[in-house]
């Protein structure tokens, strides 16, 4: 996901505008982290008025008024105006943390065709390996609002390991009942993975209960 933005320049939505150009400013900002790409446009009534839940949503997994730590996401807006000046009046009315690029950058198109975006507001959401987790995310954050960010974090194995040490990260238990209705509708690409969990999930063992199992009978047989 990370290469997709490598050798370009990302501009931060700030009061200074400031540009994030070089290979470790994008890597810092980017990688280990799902993102999301917004196409849309100021002339786009629907885009209006999904700004403001857009804002809500992202804040409240980035702003520390919201919660103790940001979530490991990014939002980057894929202007699809028609002139600079409307690309700058959506975005001040977008949030100051989100990135863009500038209007004289030809990558938003070549972003649109890549992701085959022929409608807007379009929110594409990619797994940090660059693969599409979601084609279109906006009727997720209309009806699920910041809860549906644990789906995509779950569908992706994404663990926020530095805030929860603690944890015993390898245990299958910890995921929640409905983790294998998410893991289906974003299609995990993990296969080997998904059918170890289906048939734990199905005898109610834990990984360490089958190793143990496994360990017992290997016991017996000597």
Sequence with gaps: MVDFFLNRVLVENNWDQDELNTEREIVGILENRILMLLFANAECDKCREFV??????????????????????ALIYISL???EEQQGRFLKEMHRKVLFLTFEDPYR??????FKVKDVPTVVVLRPDGSVLSPNAVQDIYRLGSKCFR??????????????????????????ATDPVRRLKYKTEDDKRKKRWWSLWGTGKTDNE?????????????
């Excluded at 403001?52 to 996401?73: G, H, S, T």
């Excluded at 089958?210 to 000597?222: F, I």
């Design 109 to 114: 198109k070549e972003l649109q065709a890549r």
């Design 210 to 222: 089958e190793s143990d199992s496994l360990g017992y009978k290997g016991r017996g047989g000597l």
């Design 151 to 176: 789906n995509w974090q779950e569908s992706s194995d994404l663990i926020e390991r530095s805030f929860m040490l603690n944890e015993e990260f390898d245990n299958l238990n910890m995921r929640s």
């Design 81 to 83: 105006d028609h002139s």
């Design 52 to 73: 403001p839940v857009l804002n809500d949503f992202f804040k409240r997994l980035k702003d520390p008024a919201y919660i103790e730590y940001p979530r490991l996401l």
